[in-house]
């Protein structure tokens, strides 16, 4: 693939993603950890989910700076404008989802797992197109690497801590606990394993070793 179809291909696939994290928001039965705390300081404050996502997003950025120093490649600054791409459509599909409102709890479940799965879609695409990651996924990446821990492990750790953290600010600053329910769990659990199927469906490898887009069923 070249690379102008890669970064088509990654725009694209932020775009699906970003389409996801509303519609599991809509469903009311909790967010996805990754999306946990910015979605608690928005609805604490006067800034929409994507405003907030963009403001963590920048200090993620920031923290793998830190880590990795001169290990930290230019093209990751690349990041900032994926985000804003990224933040702005997690807004724009808040519009778009605006009419999803499920009562029955069957339908809330199933928006809930059609966003999951929108999210992993969109992190499976990501992957296939191998030029850049959120800054979600690359603090994830860059913790693995400067402690040297398995980055399973890391990605575990990170998601429970943003969950604590959005949970002590939810009962700080709103008196409850708001948008950390079942779902959070469920879709915690379901975004790794959709994303492992949609990569094994939508990628190759080619005669050269590299990860191509190639959808086969």
Not at 43 to 59: C, E, I, P, R, W
Not at 61 to 71: C, P, W
Not at 176 to 193: N, P, S
Request: proline content about 3%.
């Amino acid at each position: 693939m070249s690379g102008t179809f890669r970064y088509s291909l990654f725009i694209f696939a932020v775009i699906v993603q970003s389409s996801g994290i509303p519609l599991v928001v809509r469903s009311l039965l909790g967010i996805s950890p990754t999306s946990s705390l910015p979605y608690v300081i928005s609805v604490a404050s006067n800034f929409s989910l994507g405003q907030m996502t963009f403001a963590f997003n920048m200090l993620l950025i920031l923290a793998q700076y830190m880590l990795l120093r001169s290990k930290f490649h230019k093209i990751q600054l690349l990041q900032v404008p994926m985000t804003i791409v990224f933040s702005f459509f997690i807004d724009v599909f808040m519009d778009v989802w605006s009419w999803v409102n499920p009562v029955n709890y069957f339908f809330k479940l199933v928006a809930l797992l059609i966003g999951t799965a929108l999210i992993a879609f969109g992190i499976a695409v990501q992957g296939i197109a191998n030029v850049l990651m959120l800054p979600g996924e690359g603090l994830v990446y860059a913790v693995s690497r400067y402690f040297r821990i398995d980055l399973s492990k890391v990605k575990t750790g990170n998601d429970v801590i943003l969950v604590v953290c959005a949970a002590v600010l939810s009962v700080i600053y709103l008196g409850i606990i708001d948008g950390i329910r079942e779902g959070t769990l469920i879709a915690a659990l379901l975004t790794g394993v959709l994303a492992k199927f949609f990569l094994t469906h939508l990628g190759a490898v080619d005669e050269h070793g590299r990860l191509i887009f190639r959808p086969h069923w």
